[in-house]
C-alpha cells in the first residue's frame, strides 16, 4: 500500500510566518512557479498548500 503524505491548508499570515517572506515575494514566486499556488475552497477564498509536515 502506497504511503500519502497529507497536506496541510495554510492562510496567507501563517505562510507569511512560517517562511519570513514578504506577502509581495510569495505572489512573485507564484506568478513564476517557485511557489506552490493557492487552492480554491470556495468562491472568494483561496489558500495554500502545505505537504508533508
Known sequence: MKE???TT???LP???HITGLS???I???MAVGTFSDPIKLGMFQRLPR???S
Open 4 to 6: 500519502q503524505n497529507p
Open 9 to 11: 491548508i495554510l492562510r
Open 14 to 16: 501563517s505562510v507569511l
Open 23 to 25: 506577502r509581495t515575494t
Open 27 to 29: 505572489y512573485a514566486m
Open 50 to 52: 502545505r505537504s508533508g
